[in-house]
Structure formats: structure tokens, C-alpha cells
């Protein structure tokens, strides 16, 4: 691995210089006019002969070049160390995790999100050498934590995964299974696997045609449901009461299994019906060791030698100077 810069995306800061540019043309610009306006020309020069458009400039071009230095400094520019870069083997896989309300329904105990969450644990527990990535969906879909092999945040990331973390309430598989995909390398073409957590409430006609897409770039999709089909009444964690419609009368959440079945077997995936944790867990394992492992290096755990501290004083440096650059010529005795 070669030299690189961690946050990239700070570099659209340095957008900034050519505004600052403009504006210290139109200072100057200003300056001139008001020269001009105050009458004569002559006697106005000779009144600030003292100044020195060459130190003021100077001062300008010192003040820029420190902002480059501070945001190329932010940037983190670093080389990895040799001797610490450890290389494992594994998968990316990207669990999607359905928080719509439906989830909190009680035909699994304590609760469809609470049994769906540890299942998930369990499954990170199996699952070591992998990268995982989390998408929480309800009416909308967000990528909650991107591929990483530190599995202690991606445990903290699921437990505290709730129907409150997204407004907008319903069931878009599609949504879901598009930003699980983002979360991936577009330039692998394999060893990729979606887990789909979901009761399938809501009918999302286009998740079938994402699925397609998501098989012709090789991702495997694995789907779990959630729930039965007798279904069951939402209660309200917060009131413990059950959830009504418009009309006051009880509803009543029931799994859609066939759409999680067609979505698995369209990417050669398998469906998994949670009941037990222990059974689902290995279900899902048998048919992910059926992707190729791959080596790849961990960048978590790799040591770094950062070079931001070099660019801090170098921007320091400048800031400091530049304090100490008077904008009037030295008097000469």
C-alpha cells in the first residue's frame, strides 16, 4: 500500500481558495475606486505612500496557502506501516434490518425486532473474519453503519436499532436492497451477500426487479422472515398499548413469505423462516460458506504513519508570520 489520504472528501474545501481569491480582487478593486472618489489622485498617494501593496498581497497569498495546508492537514495524509498490516480472510456481507412499526409485533416473543436483533448478534458471533455492514429501513432506507470488521460497533449499532430511527413508516425492500448494494465495492463482482430481515409487510413491486440487478453484479441475497402468517396485533412499546386504525378496530401484521422466498431464490440465495435463533443462524452460515473467501487486507487494523502534523505546522507557521508582516514600508531614517 502506497501513500494515501484518509478523508478525502475534505479536499472540496479547497474550493474555497478561488473565492477568496475573487474577493481580495474585488478588495483591491474597491480600494482603487475609493482612491479615485476622494479626489485627487496625487494627493491621496502621497497620503498613504506608507502602504505596501506588496506586503498587504503577501500577507493575502501567506493566509490562503495556511487554509490549503489546515484542510490538507484534516485530509490525514498517511502511509501504512509494513510490519503491522494484517491480512484475514473473508466475505462482505451487509445486513438489512427491517424497523418499520409492523416489527413490533408480539407473534414472536419479546417482540419481531428484538427476536430479529438477536439473531443478528449471533449471527456476527459465527462470522469473525467477515466484514459486515448494517441498512435500516422502514419508509425509507439508511445506510446505518458501512462494511467494517470492528464487530463491537456493529453490535452497539444493532441493539439500539429501533423504529425510531426513521420517520417515514412503511416497507421498501427495494430501497433496502439498493443501499446495501452501494455499501459494496461496485468494482468486486463477487464474494458479496445481502441479509434481508424483514416481515414483508407492505408489497413492494419493485423489489423483485432490485433483486435481478443485485444477481447480475453477484450479490447473493439471503432473506429471513419475521413474524407468522396468522400474524398478530403491534404493540406500542411506549404505551404497551395495541396499535388501531383509523376506524379504532386492532391491527393485525402477518408475515409475507412469498416475496422473501422469490427474492432469495432470484439471486440463488436461501430463505430462512426465524423461529429458532440457533437453527436460522446456522441456515444462513451453511449457505454463506458457499462464497469464496477472500483475502483482503484489514485497514482497522493496520498502523499508520500519519503525516497531518507536518501540514498543521506548516499552516501554524504561516499564520504565525503572517501576524508579524506589518502592511506599511519600514521608514527609512
Known sequence: MSYQFE?????????????FIFLFYLLLRWKRKTIQR??????????????????????FTMLSLAFAAGV????????????????????????????????????????????????????????PDDRI??????????????????HGAARLFVTSASPDAIAMQGTVIADALQMSANAFNAKERRYKSVILISDGEDHDANALIKSGELADQGVMINTVGVGSSEGSQIIDPATGESKKDAMGNTVITKLNEDELKQIAQKTNGVYVHLQG?????????????????????????????????WFAGFMFVLLLAENFIPERKKKIA
Open 7 to 19: 478523508n478525502t472528501y475534505f479536499f472540496w474545501l479547497l474550493a474555497a481558495i478561488p473565492v
Open 38 to 59: 476622494i479626489g485627487d489622485v496625487r494627493l491621496v498617494k502621497e497620503l498613504i505612500k506608507g502602504f505596501s501593496p506588496r506586503l498587504f498581497t503577501m500577507k
Open 72 to 127: 490538507v492537514a484534516v485530509t490525514n495524509f498517511r502511509k501504512p506501516g509494513d510490519a503491522d498490516s494484517i491480512t484475514r480472510k473473508g466475505i462482505d456481507v451487509v445486513i438489512a434490518l427491517d424497523v418499520s412499526k409492523s416489527m413490533y409485533a408480539v407473534d414472536l416473543q419479546p417482540s419481531r425486532l428484538e427476536r430479529a436483533k438477536q439473531m443478528i448478534l449471533k449471527l456476527m458471533d459465527e462470522m
Open 133 to 150: 455492514g448494517l441498512v435500516l429501513f422502514a419508509g425509507r432506507a439508511y445506510l446505518q453503519m458501512p462494511l467494517t470488521t470492528d
Open 277 to 309: 435463533t440457533d437453527e436460522t443462524v446456522s441456515a444462513l452460515m451453511k449457505q454463506l460458506s458457499q462464497i469464496d473467501r477472500k483475502a483482503y487486507g484489514d485497514v482497522s487494523l493496520t498502523n499508520f504513519k500519519t503525516y497531518y502534523s
